[in-house]
């Protein structure tokens, strides 16, 4: 037997072992309410817990928004923030620089990486304007120190790769800012990849010569790859390519919902097989069918025209922006998936995939949130709920940190490993 066929061998017999582990879970039918909120009280309290893909720059972006103050997604259109975070027994996680698909032009590419380096300047200058109540994380070491001090652990990630233009030397100038992730694409096709939605179907058939050449540059750097919203054929591509375990910052589960944006059993297994994480994506609309709302689709149109059409804002406008977003919210609520929908999806990827690979995003700020669960700050309910179902303790600090930092680490070391090699050695 070859190395190949024994290390596929090996990684079937595991994934066997994990689910049938995965079945012998006892639902806790005999506990009250209360003493599954002390237990899931007693779980995030004891363990790191991070939510892998928060928008909240969007947010940081207002006028007059402060994240040291407890917002509500009811009256201010906001999910997260320092306070919440506390609330909810939520650590940190990380704040996403996302800059929207837009023309593969020399001024389209100028403009989302003048952007994207804004945006990752504003995290800093908000967490260091907070630094008594938060601190940027680039190591699991780091993030599990700032947990210790009683602060909110901040990593920084990207969300779509137009981000670096066609330029990959720049994944070094993120890195050095503080960025452990690169997510390749967003809802569109960019000059790295194909996404998973894009209405004009494939570019590239999965990724591009320069996608290529990314995903070798951030394993050298030690940045780990995101899959989320990337095609298919993207994420085989990428699997085959990495020599570091892959990362959804925020994925669901195409067996339970088949919307385009969830991954099928086949890369769940694989992610699994070579040791990645996929972060279950709280998005109401990517497990649930939803009712055409006409005036609804309209009225959002008409905002998205008006307000993110790509043109500068005054700061008049910008709140008159946030204003006219949080009416349309409350005249036109949007349909809400639920908790238990969450979880019946990380049932089914822990039965093709095993606990060690899953984790959670709410994909706050970013249109994530179910109902009973719409901010940071209601983080509480899915601890509740897989409790309920049987999880233990120690799957759910597996769940909400532990596995995620694991992928980190096997980033950082495989980068230190190439620079280790590349030194000259001594005659």
């Not at 380096?117 to 699991?140: Q, Y």
């Not at 591509?237 to 969830?262: F, M, V, W």
């Not at 939803?290 to 025209?305: D, G, H, L, T, Y």
Request: glycine share 8%; aromatic share 8%; charged share 25%.
């Amino acid at each position: 037997m070859n190395s190949t066929i024994r290390a596929l061998a090996l990684a079937s017999v595991l994934a066997f072992s994990l689910q049938a582990k995965d079945q012998e879970r006892t639902p806790r039918t005999d506990w009250t309410d209360t003493q599954l909120e002390e237990l899931a009280w007693k779980i995030h309290q004891n363990c790191l817990t991070l939510d892998t893909h928060m928008d909240v720059p969007i947010v940081l972006k207002r006028p007059g928004f402060d994240i040291s103050e407890e917002h509500s997604w009811h009256e201010h259109a906001s999910q997260v923030d320092f306070p919440r975070m506390k609330k909810g027994g939520m650590d940190g996680g990380f704040f996403v620089v996302y800059v929207g698909q837009g023309p593969l032009t020399h001024e389209g590419r100028q403009k989302a990486i003048a952007s994207g380096f804004e945006i990752a300047d504003l995290i800093h200058k908000t967490v260091e304007e907070h630094s008594d109540l938060a601190a940027i994380a680039t190591t699991p070491a780091e993030a599990y120190a700032i947990r210790e001090e009683g602060k909110r652990v901040v990593f920084i990630g990207i969300e779509n790769g137009y981000t670096i233009g066609r330029n990959i030397d720049l994944l070094k100038d993120y890195y050095d800012k503080g960025v452990r992730y690169f997510g390749v694409t967003h809802s569109k096709n960019n000059d790295l990849a194909d996404s998973s939605t894009d209405p004009e179907g494939n570019l590239h058939m999965g990724l591009s010569d320069l996608g290529r050449a990314a995903i070798e540059e951030c394993n050298r750097l030690g940045i780990m790859v995101d899959i989320s919203h990337s095609s298919d054929k993207t994420v085989w591509d990428i699997l085959e390519l990495s020599k570091t375990p892959l990362l959804a910052s925020h994925s669901g589960c195409y067996a339970c919902y088949p919307h385009p944006r969830n991954l099928n059993d086949a890369l769940l297994k694989e992610i699994a097989a070579r040791d990645g994480v996929v972060q279950m994506n709280m998005f109401s609309a990517y497990m649930m069918d939803v009712e055409p709302n006409e005036e609804r689709s309209q009225a959002m149109k008409a905002w998205f025209e008006k307000y993110r059409s790509g043109r500068e804002l005054s700061e008049a406008e910008q709140v008159e922006a946030t204003e006219q977003y949080v009416a349309l919210q409350k005249k036109f609520p949007k349909p809400l998936s639920t908790v238990s929908a969450v979880v019946d999806h990380i049932d089914h990827m822990v039965k093709v995939m095993g606990i060690d690979h899953l984790g959670l995003s709410g994909d706050f700020d970013g249109g994530g949130g179910v109902e009973n669960s719409m901010d940071i700050g209601q983080m509480m309910p899915i601890t509740i709920e897989m409790l309920r179902r049987g999880y233990s303790e120690e799957d759910l600090e597996k769940f909400w940190g532990a596995n995620v930092m694991r992928v980190l680490q096997a980033s950082l070391d495989y980068a230190a490993s190439l620079a280790e090699s590349a030194e000259p050695q001594d005659s």
